[in-house]
């Protein structure tokens, strides 16, 4: 089974809009964080914010927000005020123990492109 | 600048040849990783490893091998037992908490001819 879903694999937002990208999740582990990655057409793979599982509040950096309800397994990530610039594909990531140590799972992406 | 580093960028080789992908970091993260990607795709792990001398298969370890000499450095050979090498490879690192994101390098595209 998945262990990340992403169910857009493409969105379009005009330029100066709001977008979510969604995200779930499954695990059993109670201690595990979630990421969101940008990967422009470079290739390099930035990474944008996290949220831990014991976290109460909903991480913010800058125009990136997390929203994120850990009750249905859901870190779906909000960008505010889009700009060109952020046209680029967009990966959800969790961090969990497995039988080794701690271990990435990514999901399949969101290509998000955005619109003048 | 504390950072991962892979050499090449771009990387040409016959069939049938085998090919080592380079990573170093300087960020003294003791976890090290390599990912495979396809044109349009998510990202696939290769192998992982935790410490120096020790390492871990992932998703799609057939056909690839990895050392883990030196905590800097988890260089990736791509044998000629791959049956589809031509591909975007990313290498990353971390430190060992689940709060802890990854890091990663510039990625080598490698081609097969």
């Known amino acids: 089974a998945q262990k990340i879903t992403q169910t857009q694999p493409g969105m379009f937002v005009q330029e100066k809009e709001a977008v979510t990208l969604d995200c779930t999740y499954d695990t059993s582990d109670p201690s595990y964080g979630l990421f969101w990655y940008k990967q422009p057409s470079s290739g390099e793979m930035i990474f944008l914010i996290y949220q831990g599982s014991y976290d109460q509040q909903n991480a913010t950096e800058g125009r990136y927000s997390l929203n994120f309800q850990k009750a249905r397994k859901s870190a779906n990530l909000v960008i505010s005020a889009s700009q060109l610039g952020d046209s680029a594909m967009y990966f959800c990531?969790?961090?969990?123990?497995?039988?080794?140590?701690?271990?990435?799972?990514f999901g399949p992406g969101t290509r998000l492109s955005v619109l003048p | 600048d504390g950072g991962i580093t892979q050499s090449p960028k771009y990387l040409f080789r016959k069939e049938g040849q085998n090919v080592t992908l380079s990573c170093e970091q300087n960020?003294?993260?003791?976890?090290m990783y390599w990912y495979r990607q396809d044109p349009g795709q998510g990202l696939r792990l290769i192998y992982y490893?935790?410490?120096?001398?020790?390492?871990q298969k992932g998703d799609i370890a057939e056909g690839y091998s990895v050392s883990r000499e030196k905590k800097e450095s988890f260089p990736l050979t791509v044998t000629s037992a791959q049956k589809n090498p031509t591909a975007f490879y990313l290498c990353?690192?971390?430190?060992?908490?689940?709060?802890?994101?990854?890091?990663f390098g510039p990625g080598t595209r490698l081609t097969v001819l």
């Open positions: 990353a690192s971390s430190l060992e908490r689940y709060y802890n994101e990854q890091f």
């Open positions: 960020l003294n993260h003791d976890a």
């Open positions: 490893s935790q410490i120096v001398n020790d390492f």
């Open positions: 990531a969790m961090r969990e123990r497995d039988n080794y140590g701690q271990n990435f799972v």
